[in-house]
Structures are given as structure tokens and as C-alpha cells.
């Protein structure tokens, strides 16, 4: 039996890994693109990443338990005062 496979994009890079591993180069760019550096997303391919950087998962019917349309309308509409007013996050 073959592992899931998933499929991470950073700006025109596509790298195909076992799902838990995709997962892992996804959060790992997300969390660089926060304060801008390089990442090594193979062995033989080092990207820039910014807080510009497009970055994306697919896994192939692999989001089931985690998506909820309902919190995401509910975390799109909430507001926040940061003490400047509010804004819709």
C-alpha cells in the first residue's frame, strides 16, 4: 500500500511528498514566510521565502475533518479592537 501522497507549492516550486511530510514543509514555509528566510524544500532546491510568498497544500480528499465552512465565515466576519478601533480579521 503507497502512502498519500500531497502536493506543497511555493511561488512556481510544486514539491510531492508523503502526506504527514507536506504537512510538515507547509507549516515550516508558513511559519518562515512570518519573518522572511530561506527554506530547503528538496535536496537540491533552496527558496526565498517572504511575507509575500504563495504558499499552498493539496492533499487530494484530505481536508475532510478539517474544514468548516461555518468557522470560517464565523472567523471572516468577527471583529478585533487592537485599542485603533476595530477591523474584520
Known amino acids: 500500500m503507497t502512502k498519500p501522497t500531497a502536493a506543497v507549492h511555493i511561488n512556481e516550486h510544486i514539491?510531492?511528498?508523503?502526506e504527514a511530510e507536506a504537512r510538515t514543509?507547509?507549516?515550516?514555509?508558513?511559519?518562515m514566510s512570518?519573518?522572511?528566510g530561506a527554506l530547503a524544500i528538496t535536496?537540491?532546491?533552496m527558496v526565498a521565502i517572504t511575507p509575500a510568498t504563495r504558499i499552498s497544500l493539496t492533499?487530494?480528499?484530505?481536508?475532510h475533518?478539517?474544514?468548516d465552512p461555518a468557522a470560517v465565515?464565523?472567523?471572516?466576519?468577527?471583529?478585533?479592537?487592537?485599542?485603533?478601533?476595530?477591523f474584520f480579521l
Open 15 to 18: 514539491v510531492e511528498l508523503p
Open 65 to 67: 475533518s478539517e474544514y
Open 34 to 36: 512570518k519573518r522572511t
Open 43 to 45: 535536496t537540491d532546491v
Open 25 to 31: 514543509l507547509f507549516l515550516a514555509a508558513v511559519a
Open 59 to 63: 492533499i487530494p480528499d484530505g481536508f
Open 73 to 86: 465565515v464565523e472567523l471572516m466576519t468577527r471583529t478585533r479592537s487592537h485599542g485603533r478601533g476595530a
